[in-house]
């Protein structure tokens, strides 16, 4: 399966910012679908996941209450929504697909930019 990330940019404290992954060579319904962040000089983390039915949905505690992650199952794409942004947020976003039965997140699209002012 192929992912592909959009929608990074820069934005003040407070914006907002919609990413957007498209996913195609694959079957997507059969896929758990998350994002992660690289912030400068840390590890790769977590920041969300959907189940493959767009049902159940997980996030780390940094962003509950911020972040929203959708999936459209016809369309072939999940969605991060980014609300009330703060500096800490910057960081490269990936999206990644986890094939159901599967333990780890094994395809990731190449990252988009999220830069956050002050």
């Known amino acids: 399966v192929q992912l592909q990330a959009s929608g990074g940019g820069s934005v003040q404290t407070g914006g907002s910012l919609r990413l957007s992954c498209a996913v195609s060579?694959?079957?997507?319904?059969?896929?758990?679908m998350g994002w992660f962040r690289r912030i400068s000089g840390r590890e790769r983390e977590f920041v969300a996941s959907q189940r493959p039915s767009a049902g159940r949905t997980s996030y780390a505690d940094s962003v509950k209450g911020r972040f929203t992650i959708s999936r459209d199952n016809a369309k072939n794409t999940v969605l991060l929504q980014m609300n009330n942004l703060k500096p800490e947020d910057t960081a490269v976003y990936y999206c990644?697909?986890?094939?159901?039965?599967?333990?780890?997140?094994?395809?990731w699209g190449p990252g988009t930019l999220v830069t956050v002012s002050s």
């Open positions: 060579g694959g079957t997507f319904s059969s896929y758990h």
């Open positions: 990644a697909a986890r094939l159901i039965g599967s333990v780890e997140f094994s395809s």
